[in-house]
């Protein structure tokens, strides 16, 4: 078996970080190898390096054998090099062959587009490695699992044998992360390479052949997946034991908190996105909200939290009817949340951690008298909101983007806690963590339940939502799939629900 | 009832030949700015310097015209004029990164202290200059279709640069849906990324469209100047750039929506004038008709999307 690629000795510097410090990274031809690490462990910057978008202060890299020099991104293109990015880059109102072809395309009589071999092309790619598209499709009316497939015969169409692919499966339900694993051996089997940055576990052990770990810069481990397993990988990636399942006692539900009954709420596009939903969540318990992203969670929970108006429908906390409601007069019966931008709606990214923690209690007291703030004691109720939360920073007065994805998370963790919330919603709230801080996130979250909030965790993670509810409904295009206790629930029943699948049974019984 | 006083006075008023012929001609500007517009908002930029384009074009046109006693000089002047100031609008704000809007705003302030100067510098006159000198563009008849009655009249007889504009909306569409480039442009438009890691120059393809918008604009100004009568007057754009604007979002950023609703422009301006003939408002008002109309045709252009979205709603409130 000859290399593929061979990176060595690659080191880039960003202002005030080592990204890669010394890395070596050796991907034999037709592997599937997986990179694995934390975030800021540097996978990103070595694949970005290897795919022309940065360029390393060091190292040197080998394609095939061969030493190349790749300054820009269509040098590594020309090379066979690809890459489908987390974020898909792709053009919403283009058909699917014409976001292949964008670029390159056939021409006719040399200034006019050639539309029918744009179109023949693509089938011609898209049958010889099996990977079924309708070419005349727009993007924006396709499910992510599809654009995805676009994305990977965009690589293919230039040519490339070695692809890159960044967390593909952050996106996909279950079912489409099976398809995509089929698709990923069909293009092995073709001879092609594949470089598969992921951190989870499970998909690395499930698909790869050899495993690269990285943290802090650094390599830290190349093995075999055969020869290795999810505790010592976990291990190799934070740096020491990590708890990858939640410990918890039994929940003691106590009484219905949130209740809400025939909810109808309409997204941004003015479709409807919750269409009928009811559910109950006691207090002392863990009501997790299963479901593929964009089927309607995040519109459910603006429409809780008040940032979207309800079509129709109850929601009530606590008894009180919340719909005619602010977001402060909600904020104030009892309701806590932790949204799913925490960039965009977590923090104020330009205010110091300091502040950041009393956006949610400025107005009154302890932190204001009257009209004007009290500056002592947001001080001390920054400090000590630092330490019980372990937020790593410099200081209170560092602003909100200095910090790091993990710490900010805590921020708002410690804001929307420290508020002794009733109904506690958290939303996402572990989405691009490292697993450090995803366990202590975690924790917290228990911690609330077990002070006696109601929980409401909404995530695209089913090992998330499995490890920490009590109760698991699942959203499926806006309704509610099913619901079961935490306890009974298996991967693949909750797969099929979120597949929008209910006729071959319970989750209970398909999981079996 | 008897209705045919209503058609009496639309045909006195709008639906002649002379209303119509006026409505294309007064359109034509309104086309080439609203081209100017959809070429760098279909491109991602947000370009409101076309007013000062236009007047640069308008002034570079008589110049032309003038001192080489061409029309076609005019025209060639003034496209050049504007590649100069589509380059240096696209230098500073692409390269150099000044804002946008700032750097439009500039564009279109400096356009109109130039021109002021320019004309009392150069012609030694204030205000407006006009001189036998200066040569129009000829009328062009078509030869056949001018002998066709009614058809002959509406089509036939119009200076180059109207039927130019009639063959850019058409080359516009050809260029967006046909070419490989204007693949490239909307790509670049809608998600400049995607674009950027298929190997497509970003900057190149914005700056092209910014040099594009500037001879379109400035097509329009010399239609201005050198169209009917051949002179330049102070401030002659006349808000035709922010006319352009809006006939481009109006017209959904298609070249023959913006081709389509110019008219509409066209023929309200043209009704203005006739009015104005009848005594009947007082003239001030009636000059602002076309721009009245233009923010009635926004309004309701908003509220019928507004309206759309709203019976969305409730459709889909019913099938729930």
Same mark, same amino acid.
């Given at each position: 078996m000859t290399t593929a690629v061979e990176m060595l000795g690659i080191r880039k510097v960003f202002p005030g970080v080592?990204?890669?410090?010394?890395v070596n990274l050796s991907v034999e031809e037709g592997e599937i190898h997986a990179l694995i690490g934390e975030n800021g462990a540097g996978k990103s910057t070595l694949m970005n390096v290897l795919f022309g978008l940065h360029h390393p202060e060091a190292g040197v890299i080998k394609i095939r054998g061969k030493e190349v020099h790749i300054r820009k991104n269509a040098d590594a293109i020309a090379l066979g090099i690809g890459m489908v990015h987390q974020k898909f880059k792709l053009?919403?109102?283009?058909t699917v062959a014409e976001n292949i072809t964008l670029g390159s395309e056939p021409r006719h009589r040399g200034i006019f587009l050639d539309r029918k071999a744009v179109h023949d092309n693509v089938m011609e790619i898209s049958r010889r490695f099996g990977?079924?598209?309708?070419?005349?499709?727009r993007i924006q009316d396709l499910p992510v699992g599809v654009q995805q497939r676009v994305e990977i015969l965009k690589a293919l169409y230039r040519q490339a044998d070695i692809l890159i692919l960044d967390?593909?499966?952050?996106?996909?339900t279950p079912k489409e992360t099976r398809d995509l694993f089929g698709v990923i051996r069909s293009l092995v089997a073709n001879g092609k390479t594949v470089i598969f940055i992921t951190h989870k576990l499970r998909e690395v052990m499930e698909i790869s052949d050899r495993v690269t770990a990285m943290r802090d810069g650094k390599v830290v481990g190349v093995t075999k997946t055969t020869e290795t397993n999810p505790t010592q990988l976990a291990r190799m990636m934070v740096g020491r034991d990590v708890l990858l399942r939640v410990t918890k006692t039994e929940a003691q539900p106590k009484d219905v908190v949130l209740q809400i009954r025939d909810l109808h709420v309409f997204d941004d596009r003015n479709l409807?996105?919750?269409?009928?939903v009811s559910f109950d969540v006691r207090a002392g318990e863990i009501l997790g909200i299963a479901g593929?992203?964009?089927?309607?969670q995040r519109e459910l929970v603006e429409a809780i939290v008040g940032l979207r108006p309800a079509w129709n429908g109850e929601i009530q906390v606590k008894a009180q009817?919340?719909?005619?409601?602010?977001i402060r007069q909600r904020r104030e019966v009892g309701v806590s949340c932790v949204p799913e931008d925490r960039y965009v709606r977590g923090v104020?990214?330009?205010?110091?951690i300091e502040d950041n923690l009393i956006v949610?209690?400025?107005?009154?007291?302890p932190i204001a008298q009257g009209p004007l703030l009290k500056p002592d004691v947001i001080a001390r109720h920054a400090q000590e909101l630092i330490e019980t939360f372990d937020v790593r920073t410099p200081?209170?007065?560092?602003?909100?983007?200095?910090?790091?994805g993990g710490n900010l998370q805590k921020v708002v963790l410690a804001r929307e806690l420290s508020a002794q919330p009733d109904l506690f919603i958290a939303a996402q709230?572990?989405?691009?963590?490292d697993i450090g801080s995803i366990e202590f996130v975690h924790r917290r979250i228990v911690e609330a339940r077990d002070r006696g909030a109601a929980v409401l965790l909404v995530s695209a993670e089913l090992e998330e939502i499995m490890s920490l509810s009590d109760r698991i409904v699942v959203l499926y295009e806006g309704k509610i799939m099913g619901a079961i206790e935490g306890a009974r629930a298996t991967e693949e029943g909750l797969g099929l629900w979120m597949a929008?699948?209910?006729?071959?049974?319970s989750p209970e019984a398909a999981g079996h | 009832m008897d209705f045919s006083w209503i058609l009496d006075i639309l045909q006195r008023y709008v639906f002649n030949i002379a209303n119509l012929q006026g409505m294309l001609r007064l359109a034509t500007p309104v086309v080439l700015a609203g081209l100017c517009a959809l070429i760098t908002s279909r491109a991602g930029i947000l370009n409101i310097a076309g007013e000062g384009m236009i007047l640069f074009g308008a002034w570079f046109g008589v110049a032309g015209s003038y001192f080489f006693r061409s029309a076609w000089m005019g025209l060639l002047a003034a496209m050049l004029s504007g590649l100069v100031v589509g380059g240096l609008f696209a230098l500073f704000s692409?390269?150099?990164? &000044?804002?946008i809007i700032i750097m439009g705003i500039a564009i279109n302030i400096f356009a109109n202290s130039a021109t002021i100067f320019l004309t009392r510098e150069v012609?030694?006159?204030?205000?407006a200059f006009s001189d036998p000198n200066i040569a129009g563009l000829p009328p062009i008849e078509i030869p056949i279709l001018?002998?066709?009655?009614?058809l002959g009249p509406l089509l036939?007889?119009?200076?180059?640069i109207v039927y130019l504009a009639w063959i850019l909306v058409a080359l516009t569409y050809v260029f967006l849906y046909r070419t490989p480039w204007g693949l490239h442009l909307r790509a670049v438009g809608e998600n400049p990324q995607a674009a950027e890691t298929l190997g497509i120059n970003v900057q190149r393809v914005r700056f092209g469209a910014v040099m594009a918008s500037g001879v379109f604009a400035s097509l329009a100004g010399v239609y201005l100047s050198l169209?009917?009568?051949?002179m330049f007057t102070e401030?002659? &754009?006349?808000g035709r750039g922010f006319i352009g604007m809006a006939v481009n979002t109006f017209g959904g950023g298609e070249p023959v929506g913006v081709f389509l609703s110019s008219l509409l422009f066209g023929i309200v301006e043209t009704i203005g004038w006739r009015l104005q003939g009848e005594r009947i408002m007082p003239v001030y008002f009636i000059s602002m008709l076309p721009y009245l109309a233009t923010l009635a045709a926004l309004t309701i252009f908003t509220l019928r999307k507004q309206q759309a979205k709203k019976a969305a709603l409730e459709r889909a409130a019913r099938e729930a």
């Open positions: 080592v990204a890669n410090d010394n053009v919403p109102s283009f990977l079924q598209i309708s070419p005349d499709a967390e593909p499966t952050a996106v996909l409807k996105a919750v269409q009928g593929v992203e964009g089927n309607g009817n919340l719909t005619t409601l602010n104020a990214l330009p205010a110091s949610n209690n400025y107005f009154k007291p200081s209170k007065d560092v602003p909100a983007y200095a910090l790091s709230p572990t989405r691009g963590l929008g699948i209910t006729s071959e049974g | 692409l390269k150099f990164r &000044a804002h012609f030694g006159v204030a205000g001018k002998d066709i009655p009614v036939s007889g119009y200076t180059f169209g009917h009568l051949q401030q002659m &754009a006349a």
